[in-house]
């Protein structure tokens, strides 16, 4: 396969065509951004984790039944996958209150869910990704009824699958956001990342957090929490 011209360049990541028009190739970055971009930094080595983690997650859930964009790994920060065309929602899963759900509900972070809750943010980032429901997602038109079934299956049997896959690192599944895509031929997979960039991961005892969390609140120990996590996944 070869690498053509760069098709888009994201926050965290670039895409460029290949001689495939149904596959992309992309391109983690060590840049990271919060807050809708306001702040900046770079973390080191994040772009090779990410890449890794993500891929060694969307294999397994492969394996369990979830279609994804996944086709191949080239090196430690370039991977071959589907190109889709995005649904423009992320898609959020939750199991215990912290980040925006605890500020919004005043629900102390640590607080466990008695089920989890799903969550659906407009992809906008000029508009700070508000959160939508299901009436202004089909009003819009973004997603049919059909592709948002599906779509709520997926998230939610994904968290159970990725809850006790970490269990066996010794980590909980706070929460994490997913977006999904379509194929040129209409299937619907998983599309983006699954990563410390786009989970929260704390350490089942300690509760330490292990995630971009540390970025994002200037706790320090970030790189070696993505480390952290490559140890415990053993990828
Ligand atoms: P939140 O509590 O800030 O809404 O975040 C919920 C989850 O979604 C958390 O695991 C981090 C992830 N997330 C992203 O991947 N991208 C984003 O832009 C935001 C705001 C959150
Ligand atoms: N990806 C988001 C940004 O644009 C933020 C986050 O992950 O918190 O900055």
């Not at 098709?7 to 596959?23: H, I, M, S």
């Not at 807050?35 to 492969?62: A, C, D, H, P, Q």
């Not at 889709?84 to 929602?89: E, F, G, H, M, Y």
Request: proline share 3%; aromatic share 8%.
């Amino acid at each position: 396969m070869e690498k053509r011209e760069q098709l888009y360049e994201g926050k965290a990541k670039k895409v460029f065509a290949t001689d495939d028009p149904d596959v992309v190739l992309v391109s983690y970055k060590d840049d990271a951004t919060a807050f809708n971009g306001l702040k900046k930094g770079t973390i080191e080595g994040k772009g090779v984790i990410n890449n890794r983690m993500s891929n060694f997650l969307m294999k397994i859930l492969e394996k369990d039944g979830i279609p994804t964009h996944y086709i191949q790994e080239l090196n430690d920060r370039e991977t071959l996958v589907k190109k889709v065309t995005i649904v423009p929602l992320e898609v959020i899963v939750r199991n215990v209150a912290a980040g925006s759900l605890s500020k919004r509900l005043g629900v102390p972070e640590g607080t466990p869910l008695r089920e989890p809750v799903l969550e659906y943010c407009y992809k906008d980032d000029a508009l700070g990704d508000p959160m939508v429901n299901e009436y202004h997602i089909a009003a819009m038109g973004w997603a049919d009824d059909e592709t948002m079934e599906k779509i709520a299956y997926y998230a939610l049997r994904i968290n159970d699958l990725l809850i006790a896959y970490f269990k066996g690192a010794n980590v909980d599944l706070i929460d994490f956001k997913l977006e999904f895509g379509k194929t040129s031929d209409g299937t619907l997979v998983l599309a983006d990342e699954i990563s410390p960039d786009t989970c929260r991961f704390w350490d089942s005892e300690t509760h330490e957090k292990l995630d971009k969390d540390r970025f994002r609140r200037d706790l320090g120990g970030v790189e070696e929490a993505y480390q952290e996590m490559r140890k415990r996944l053993g990828f």
